[in-house]
């Protein structure tokens, strides 16, 4: 499925492309974006559609069936057990498979017990920075300061919703309730509506992810906004030598 065909915006609906998928072709339009069940058939679809040379999977470490050039692992420090008891879906020693790790808690340090299977792995690390708010059917952006000092309503359905109020609390934001639904959640014209009571005229705050997926009477409303959200890394030339040195290596 083409998300994006990488000379316009998505040219699909968030409702059939996910929501990821979609915001990943609306903030990248020159670059195809595909979506598939099997990877494998996903990447021969993009070579023979759009005769890419490069292909970048998203949550593809365990699909083995295709061969990477590089393994780019990311790290948030936090990491525990394997699923059903944490949330790895490998044990530590899968990290020996990797070729870059890339921390996206600086702050925290890398835990012994995944430290023994990095070894002298290159280690990046990169940190999530709001940079603007999304308003209005034509997603027009403003400042975050807009809001700094002044109370908001948070409403999120992502993997991480700690990092969303966190981050809004960092810019000065006074969060008075945070709605948390399980990721990818679709929400229905009913529970918007009682959101938007429930937030009494105050900011209503979203994250992108889920802007995109929402219908256009909740997006044209004046106190409603999407919290944008890039990543940066801190080492940036040092992740592209790393990744420069992999490539060259096999090649």
């Known amino acids: 499925m083409v998300a994006g ?3 316009s915006l998505p040219v699909i609906d968030p409702s059939v492309s996910g929501d990821e998928p979609y915001l990943m072709a609306t903030r990248l339009p020159d670059v195809p974006v595909l ?4 990877r494998m058939e996903g990447v021969q679809a993009a070579k023979r559609l759009f005769a890419i040379d490069v292909a970048v999977l998203d949550d593809g470490f ?5 061969k990477r050039d590089v393994d780019i692992v990311l ?12 949330c790895l879906r490998e044990p530590f020693s ?3 498979r990797a070729h870059i790790i890339v921390m996206s808690s600086p702050e925290t340090a890398i835990p012994a017990a995944v430290r023994r299977y990095i070894r002298d792995k290159p280690v990046c690390n990169c ?5 603007g708010l999304v308003t209005g059917l034509a997603s027009a952006t403003s400042a975050t300061d807009r809001y700094a000092g002044r109370e908001v309503l948070l409403a999120s359905a992502i993997a991480n919703p700690d990092r969303f109020r966190s981050i809004a609390a960092q810019l000065g934001w006074k969060p008075v309730e945070h709605l948390v639904f399980q990721d990818h959640h679709k929400f229905t014209d009913e529970e918007l509506k009682r959101m938007l009571d429930r937030a009494r005229g105050i900011p209503f705050i979203v994250t992108e992810k889920d802007w995109v997926k929402l219908p256009a009477w909740f997006r044209e409303k004046d106190q409603v906004a999407a919290l944008r959200i890039d990543v940066t890394l801190e080492d940036e030339d040092a992740f592209i030598e790393a990744v420069l040195k992999r490539v060259t290596a096999i090649s």
Not at 35 to 38: K, P
Not at 62 to 66: F, G, I, M, V
Not at 75 to 86: I, Q
């Open 5 to 7: 065909d990488g000379t």
């Open 35 to 38: 979506v598939a069940r099997r």
């Open 62 to 66: 365990q699909h083995l069936e295709l």
């Open 75 to 86: 790290l948030n420090g936090y990491e525990d057990r394997m699923f059903p008891l944490g």
């Open 94 to 96: 899968a990290l020996m």
């Open 127 to 131: 940190r999530q920075v709001a940079t």
